[in-house]
Nanobody, 128 residues
Framework: QVQLQESGGGLVQAGASLRLSCTASGRTFSSYNMGWFRQAPGKEREFVAAISTSGLNTYYGDSVKARVTISRDNAKNTVYLQMNSLKPEDTAVYYC?????????????????????WGQGTQVTVSS
């Protein structure tokens, strides 16, 4: 079981940028596709982005694809989410997650049930 720890959240003004980080431990990080989700109060957990084991393939949710970039550094066991032009509606708890199986297809990763390990989340609040 992989352990995940997010960091980098905070309170920012609309239009600002943030970079979230998620550091993994416990198993071979580079063998697993990774993803980011977010959950706002009273709403379902929403897919933000996913990245393949190599980092060459990335996938984004429709609501954020023009403003976020997912990347990973396998040497540091870390996955990142760069968020630009933040809006108040981006306010949520952001979670990173690891695929349920090693070397799976990252293309299929769109739902929370596709992921087997989760971090505790980091709060992002965007003020208007």
């Amino acid at each position: 079981q992989v352990q995940l720890q997010e960091s980098g959240g905070g309170l920012v003004q609309a239009g600002a940028s943030l970079r979230l980080s998620c550091t993994a431990s416990g198993r071979t990080f580079s063998s697993y596709n990774m993803g980011w989700f977010r959950q706002a109060p009273g709403k379902e957990r929403e897919f933000v982005a996913a990245i393949s084991t190599s980092g060459l393939n990335t996938y984004y949710g429709d609501s954020v694809k023009a403003r976020v970039t997912i990347s990973r550094d396998n040497a540091k066991n870390t996955v990142y989410l760069q968020m630009n032009s933040l809006k108040p509606e981006d306010t949520a708890v952001y979670y990173c997650a690891a695929d349920t199986v090693p070397y799976g297809s990252a293309r299929r990763l769109k739902n929370p049930a596709d992921f087997g390990s989760w971090g505790q989340g980091t709060q992002v609040t965007v003020s208007s």
